[in-house]
């Protein structure tokens, strides 16, 4: 029964999700909010890219463009679940442009960088809770890196204890706010934003690249 009701309830969040704008062929740009986010992710599972596109109405409902097309450095994208995307790589350090073409066939020329990726980073695999944590990669950037540390609670939530954004390469995490309680786990996680610009005429939105890298740390 909870199943059923569950499926019903995710189909008509899903039926809601889609802007009447979907059934129109659309020339207004000011009509559409588009946000924008390409990512570099580097985990103990490997690295990964994704490009995540979404054009929405002012209500916040998702827009599927009846005539029109949106690509990334002029390769196609696809439709699926509100997004576009595609599978193409993304690289470090590198421009992006996104175009969305309209149904007059006029262009929207968004541009982004993506950030260096972290490079040799160096840090214990295994602590002591309480004890200080010695982070430290390759110094290949200028601008702010973000250092968090979260431990995982005893739900199996994570939680941040630790948050500094700095411009060095190098940083000692002390003074973690532990909980009183036994941790046997933390996540590190290094982060790096780049926000782009959006072209002129839309309602509204956002464009930004990132680039993340995340450790599991063994807490004794």
């Known amino acids: 029964m909870k199943n059923y009701l569950y499926l019903i309830i995710s189909t008509i969040l899903l039926s809601n999700c889609s802007s009447p704008l979907s059934d129109i062929a659309i020339s207004d740009p000011s009509v559409i909010y588009p946000n924008i986010k390409l990512s570099i992710s580097n985990t103990d599972y490997g690295v990964n890219s994704s490009t995540n596109i979404t054009l929405s109405d002012k209500n916040g409902a998702f827009i599927e463009l009846k005539e029109g097309e949106v690509t990334i450095n002029d390769a196609?994208?696809?439709?699926?679940m509100t997004t576009y995307s595609n599978n193409a790589s993304l690289e470090e350090a590198t421009d992006y442009e996104i175009n969305i073409t309209l149904a007059d066939s006029a262009s929207y020329l968004c541009t982004v960088t993506m950030p260096s990726t972290f490079k040799k980073v160096k840090y214990p695999s295994k602590i002591k809770q309480g004890e200080n944590i010695e982070v430290k990669w390759k110094n290949n950037y200028v601008g702010i890196s973000k250092v968090v540390f979260e431990i995982k609670d005893s739900s199996s939530n994570w939680i941040s204890v630790f948050e500094k954004d700095i411009t060095d390469n190098e940083i000692?995490?002390?003074?973690?706010?532990?909980?009183?309680?036994?941790?046997?786990?933390?996540?590190?996680?290094l982060s790096r934003h780049?926000?782009?610009k959006l072209a002129d005429g839309f309602g509204g939105g956002g464009i930004g690249a990132y680039t993340t890298y995340d450790r599991i740390i063994t807490i004794k």
Do not use: A, F, R, V
Request: proline content about 8%.
């Open 76 to 80: 196609p994208t696809t439709y699926s």
């Open 172 to 189: 000692i995490l002390k003074d973690i706010d532990y909980p009183n309680y036994s941790i046997s786990e933390g996540k590190l996680k």
């Open 194 to 196: 780049l926000k782009g």
